[in-house]
């Protein structure tokens, strides 16, 4: 599995892609929408791990826009707070939505999941 | 509810209310960040150890970095805790699940009550019970009841509260009380929770033993939903 | 000489995990939960500085601060908080208080508060010392 991690707090991004990456999950990890669109014209990820709250472009939108370059990429947010509208948007996209602090075996469940899709 | 309101004093009693429950989140947390940053410390310290050729107890990374952990969901509960309370001036006129309220009022206020050497909890057989009103100014009103009661706390030192449905509205009552009398007077004698009172057509009294502390609400279901807080 | 230290604070995780911390460094530190279990310890061993996190259910700060100089006047006091304020840290060194820190701690400013405290104790047990043998000496007649 290759996975794209972005969240503009380059401390939690790093972490999480090197905990995946010792439990043999490939990662790429980027602070910006920008950053993470120029990734995946390049490579090829079966998931993007998005947080929902950045600076210039909201995790919802930038998956609009890595849809058009990766059609058959799935897509898991990070939320700061599991608030109603998160939970609605989520399940309305069919994704998942995960809170922070995260809790990396159940990232990890969330990507196999995301897979079976 | 009446139609005209001393504003001023309710607008003085919310800031209040939400100045100590901000205050005192901010306390929990940087607790949690304290014992987090020891822990990670100590980390430091045993890594500095190997470093220097030492011999660890490679257990304890595994045991203390655990305890962070521990200690980062303690402080997400804060937060979540936190963030329902900022949530709840989202919408001033709306149907409220009580018991659901008075968790969340009741986790605000656990750290003083244990400063007060008391337990707080929400009664077992609390019933299912909704009321339509304004969701801060009944946090608030159940808040200022939690202080009156932590100081009237009976020898048990255990205050449970509960709540439930009558024709006109909600009673919440506290129970677990000592020496509660009418007229029902505020610790810090805030002049301000009146004013907050009338305009709901709340009160609270006491009950005749002094063991418990009553608060009666009226359901506003019947108020124009045009007004606004 | 080995600075003799008791900490007091009613968070368990907290509490152990400095006084390991501040062993590693060298201090003999023992450990209190409560300002009332503190008040009995400090009558049993002749501690340096007793360090005591302001709020704490039962007695807080300023109350143990307060009958701790009472019982051990010798006794240095350093105070935690969560939130330092000018006003606080006012009270708190009128009140005889040798510091005054925030919490999280920064252990390598406690650490110094600490030495600093036993040099300055030593110095006036050495005062202390001279001054009763003068007083012995005086009271010779030769």
């Not at chain 1, 707070?81 to 922070?100: C, N, P």
């Not at chain 2, 200690?71 to 949530?87: D, E, G, S």
């Not at chain 3, 400090?42 to 109350?63: K, R, W």
Request: charged share 30%; proline share 3%.
């Amino acid at each position: 599995m290759r996975v794209l991690l972005v969240d503009d707090e380059e401390e939690l991004v790093t972490a999480l892609a090197e905990r995946l990456s010792f439990r043999g999950i490939d990662a790429d990890w980027s602070t910006s929408g920008s950053q993470a669109l120029e990734l995946a014209e390049t490579h090829a990820y079966d998931v993007a791990v998005l947080d929902v709250k950045m600076p210039n472009i909201s995790g919802i939108e930038l998956k609009k826009r890595l849809e058009k370059t990766s059609p058959d990429m799935r897509y898991i947010f990070l939320t700061g707070h599991g608030s109603e509208e998160d939970f609605r948007a989520g399940s309305a996209e069919s994704s998942q939505y995960l809170v922070k602090p995260l809790d990396i075996e159940t990232l990890i469940e969330a990507m196999r999941q995301v897979m079976e899709q | 509810m009446k139609a005209d309101a001393d504003w001023q004093a309710i607008a003085q009693e919310e800031m209040r209310f939400f100045g100590n429950v901000s205050a005192a989140i901010s306390h929990e947390i940087n607790n949690r960040m304290a014992v987090i940053n020891e822990k990670a410390g100590l980390l430091q310290d045993l890594a500095a150890m190997l470093t220097r050729g030492k011999e660890i107890d490679i257990g304890r990374l595994e045991v203390q970095s655990r305890k962070i952990v521990e200690q980062v969901k303690l402080a997400k509960l804060t937060i979540r805790n936190l963030n329902r309370f900022a949530h709840s001036v989202d919408v001033q006129h709306t149907e409220i699940e009580l018991a659901e309220l008075l968790e969340l009022v009741v986790a605000l206020y656990a750290r003083k009550a244990a400063m007060a050497e008391a337990e707080i909890s929400v009664s077992g057989s609390c019933e299912s019970v909704t009321i339509t009103s304004n969701p801060f100014f009944l946090e608030t009103l159940i808040g200022r009841g939690i202080d009156i009661a932590l100081s009237r706390v009976g020898e048990a030192r255990s205050v449970v509260i509960g709540v439930k449905a009558h024709q006109k509205g909600v009673t919440v009552r506290l129970d677990g009380l000592s020496g509660v009398t009418d007229p029902v007077e505020f610790p810090e004698a805030r002049q301000d929770v009146p004013a907050l009172l009338e305009w709901l057509g709340a009160r609270y009294r006491s009950e005749p033993d002094g063991t418990a502390l009553l608060l009666e609400i009226p359901d506003h279901e019947r108020v124009s939903k045009g007004r606004t807080a | 000489m080995t600075e003799k230290v008791l900490l007091v604070d009613d968070e368990e995780e907290f509490v152990e995990t400095l006084a390991e911390r501040m062993r590693n460094r060298g201090m003999e530190v023992a450990t209190s939960n409560s300002g009332g279990d503190a008040l009995d310890l400090i009558d049993n061993e002749p501690y340096d500085v007793v360090v005591l996190d302001l709020q704490m259910p039962g007695m807080d700060g300023i109350e143990a601060l307060a009958r701790i100089k009472k019982r051990q006047p010798d006794i240095q006091v350093v105070l935690l908080t969560g939130h330092a304020t000018v006003e606080k840290g006012v009270e708190a060194m009128k009140r005889g208080a040798l510091e005054f820190l925030e919490k999280p701690i920064d252990l390598s400013k406690l650490a110094e508060v600490i030495h600093k405290a036993k040099a300055q104790k030593m110095i006036l047990v050495e005062q202390d010392t001279e001054e009763r043998i003068r007083e012995i000496l005086r009271g010779k007649s030769w």
